[in-house]
């Protein structure tokens, strides 16, 4: 994987999985799906299919044997084995047909018995990436294109269970049956038949090998347009109201069909290379083909074999050409998804940034004071944006932080969630370091309502459920009145059974945000952290969900961070920052007597308030 450069706050600013990881250390990872710890169900399954395959192959290498000596009785030459003696043509046909339809039968048992281990391992490694994903930090989600990401993970799962089937069913019994063949061909024929059949299978192995490696790097162009083109289609779809705006529908389809033109490359120079593979594959088969039944006709002719000897040989090579096609297609698929699930595991590789300490413990809040000692952070290297921030919030107070955009005050926000970790200092809850107690803990004790609450496409009993899953039907609404919204929902002709759209888009944004107030209500978390709550609302709006704010904040912890002044006001404290610095702080009226930076700040948006 490559290397991963690391800026002041020890996060990976690269964040691209890659998709070159070897062939064999995939398959390492894939095999202990195959023989889990504590699941003997999965185990006796991969015995049975195992026994039902190798039984197929048995029945298999036999099959040819019935038909020779049904010829030969057709053509009364030869001598039955012992075995066969007092069977005549017809009963031997039948017997060839019942091998045929055993082995099929197997086969199938195979497939059945084996189809709950691979769908078991889909799942249990879907599971594992989408955990994964949560696990990853704040800077991965923003560097990273989700309609992309969305596309490696589909790849990559789904070739998960054909990986696992290529393990168990192809190259150990491929290579059983094409020994079986081959030795049978030696033993009741001569040599130079073994010696043709060789020669095909390792011209045959090798070209395949060649031009499908080459293949890879043409699979790997397809995908990453793929994920371009889809991209391109999530963005734009999600910014639907934009696109509108501006008038870009035209533009956007033009976007996106560019991408998909480079994917169309790519896929038709893939279709071309199959193509050339398969002839390439077909002219080997065929020419070794040949070059056998020549030698048995040759034989027949010679009268050193019977003519049910020479249909004998046509179907072992028949049977040498059925596994190698096998081969073939298996292989590109092998690489195929090797590429894809490459890509998958490089996604599971990626280290979140912030992690819990092995010994971390839960956080306890008893008080729930909050501090910021001597707290610097940036997000690379050249750029600073908290330069020594020191702050205590009393439990129970309200701290303003208020500043012109890029002073920080969002970051403080981010820090105090630990979305990411600070570079130097610390901060505390009740004296706890956030470093030493465990995310899961620490995000249970805060409650967040961002500037615009972003809602899931489901009901809005599910949203505002979210805040507390157990919460019963009673609990969820008296959130929902605190948060002024009850009235608003039971009107609706589903009630709280309405489905808000994608991203909350069927509701305005006073709406969504006191849905954002209920769902916090509902999880009652003794620290709020109300990051810019309102400053995407109108005036009017801004000035109805005010109160419903001041209820959320009694009696607990409460950080503010405000662009607009007026809804600060009465807090216990303001922090003025500028710069990644505080440079004052104190009461609103404190700071208006001082008349510094606060006070100038005051006075501007007065003015814009009156015209």
Known sequence: MRSLSRGRTGGPTSTDPDPSAGGFSIIARVAPYLWPEGEPWVKRRVIIAVAALVLAKLIAVATPFFYKTAVDALAGEGTQPAWLLGAGAIGLTIAYGVARAMNTGMQQLRDVVFAAVGQRALRALALETFTHIHRLSLRYHIQRKTGGLSRIIERGVRGVEFLLRFLLFSIGPLALELLLIAGILAWLFDIWYLVVVAATIAAYVWFTFTITEWRVKIRREMNEQDNDATQKAIDSLLNFETVKYFGAETREAARYDGAMAKYVAAALRT?????????????????????????????????????????????????????????????????????????????????????????????????????????????????????????????????????????????????????????????????????????????????????????????????????????????????????????????????????????????????????????????????????????????????????????????????????????????????????????????????????????????????????
Do not use: C
């Not at 952070?377 to 890029?406: E, H, K, M, W």
């Not at 009630?495 to 849905?515: A, H, M, P």
């Open 271 to 611: 279709s071309y290379t199959l193509a050339a593979l398969n002839l390439g594959q077909a002219v080997i088969i065929t020419t070794g083909l040949v070059v056998v039944m020549v030698m048995a006709a040759m034989g027949v002719q010679s009268g050193q074999l019977t003519v049910g000897d020479f249909v004998m040989v046509n179907a072992y090579m028949i049977q040498v050409t059925m596994p190698l096609n096998f081969l073939g297609t298996v292989y590109r698929e092998i690489r195929q998804a090797l590429v894809d699930m490459g890509q998958m595991f490089g996604l599971l590789d990626q280290p979140p940034e912030v992690q819990d300490k092995p010994d971390a413990g839960p956080l306890a809040v008893s008080d729930g004071a909050v501090e910021l000692h001597d707290v610097h952070f940036g997000y690379d290297t050249d750029r600073v944006i908290l330069d020594g921030i020191s702050l205590t919030v009393p439990g129970g107070s309200t701290t303003a932080i208020v500043g012109p955009s890029g002073s920080g005050k969002s970051t403080i926000g981010r820090l105090l969630f630990r979305f990411y970790d600070v570079t130097e200092g610390a901060i505390r809850i009740d004296g706890q370091d956030l470093r030493d107690v465990t995310q899961d803990s620490l995000h249970a004790q805060i409650g967040v309502v961002p500037q615009d609450t972003v809602l899931f496409n489901d009901s809005i009993l599910y949203n505002i459920a979210y805040g507390r899953p157990d919460a019963t039907r009673d609990e969820i609404e008296q959130a929902a009145r605190a948060a002024r919204i009850h009235d608003f929902i039971a009107g609706l002709p589903q009630g709280y059974d309405t489905q808000v759209g994608e991203r909350g888009l069927k509701l305005s944004g006073g709406e969504k945000q006191r849905v954002g107030i209920a769902r916090t209500l509902l999880k009652n978390p003794p620290i709020l952290l109300l990051d810019e709550a309102t400053s995407a609302l109108d005036s009017e709006t801004e000035a109805s969900i005010q109160s419903e704010l001041r209820l959320l904040g009694q009696g607990r912890t409460t950080l503010v961070i405000a662009h607009r002044l007026s809804t600060i006001a009465d807090a216990d404290e303001i922090v003025v920052l500028e710069q990644g610095r505080i440079v004052e702080r104190g009461t609103h009226d404190a700071l208006l007597a001082r008349g510094g930076r606060y006070a100038a700040l005051w006075q501007r948006q007065q003015s814009e308030d009156a015209a």
